[in-house]
Antibody
Framework: EVQLVASGGGFVQPGGSLRLSCTAS????????MHWVRQAPGKGLEWVSG????????DYADSVEGRFTISRDNAKNSLYLQMNSLRTEDMALYYC?????????????????WGQGMLVTVSS | DLQMTQSPSTLSASVGDRVTITCRAS??????LAWYQQKPGKAPKLLIY???ALQSGVPSRFSGGGSGTEFTLTISSLQPDDFATYYC?????????FGQGTKVEIK
């Protein structure tokens, strides 16, 4: 059974930093691209960032480009999102999600498994 | 970015009803469309991919159709467990974009 367990959310003031982690099990982690998708309170889903199986392709939404960094450690079956210069509009539930493909050359697909979501609160 | 528009935003229906949700793309996405179901406080769940392929374990009352720019998600006989919000997502063009969601409520 695929499991994605996220950690690292919490409260931070505007301008602060947080690092999210997502630990995967139940599948061959280094075969698949991974993503972060967020959902602001009462709003819809927004793709944030994606990384291919070998970290050869890394992509960001315009809204987080230059502030967020996605990475992965295939030896640890883990995905990360370093979030810097956080803004109030970044406040959301952050989900890690597994792509159904490897994501080579940013050729991402649909998301066939999702983690439980981590709440990031940005407020003064 | 490619835009995805769902209609309606909210749908009121009764158990046993046939329900159809529409998703329109601002340009052709061929058949590269997925549908997700999300219940309050839960992560989204994949229902359908490639416009009409049913994800393993998803009940057969769910079906998807369409290609190009217009797509549908149909629930043939609405069950109590189906009251949720549904999202479409295109993955033809990077970055994959979601529709704004359709909430299916109890009538």
């Amino acid at each position: 059974e695929v499991q994605l367990v996220a950690s690292g959310g919490g409260f931070v003031q505007p301008g602060g930093s947080l690092r999210l982690s997502c630990t995967a099990s139940g599948f061959t982690f280094d075969d698949y691209a991974m993503h972060w998708v967020r959902q602001a309170p009462g709003k819809g889903l927004e793709w944030v960032s994606g990384i291919s199986w070998n970290s050869g392709s890394i992509d960001y939404a315009d809204s987080v480009e230059g502030r967020f960094t996605i990475s992965r450690d295939n030896a640890k079956n883990s995905l990360y999102l370093q979030m810097n210069s956080l803004r109030t509009e970044d406040m959301a539930l952050y989900y890690c999600a597994k792509d159904h493909t490897g994501g080579t050359d940013s050729d991402y697909g649909y998301f066939d498994s999702w983690g439980q979501g981590m709440l990031v609160t940005v407020s003064s | 970015d490619l835009q995805m528009t769902q209609s309606p935003s909210t749908l009121s229906a009764s158990v046993g009803d046939r329900v159809t949700i529409t998703c329109r793309a601002s340009q052709s996405i061929r058949s590269w469309l997925a549908w997700y179901q999300q219940k309050p406080g839960k992560a989204p769940k994949l229902l359908i991919y490639q416009a009409s392929a049913l994800q393993s374990g998803v009940p057969s009352r769910f079906s998807g159709g369409g290609s190009g720019t217009e797509f549908t998600l149909t629930i043939s006989s609405l069950q109590p467990d189906d009251f949720a919000t549904y999202y479409c997502q295109q993955y033809n063009t990077y970055p994959g974009t979601f529709g704004q969601g359709t909430k299916v409520e109890i009538k």
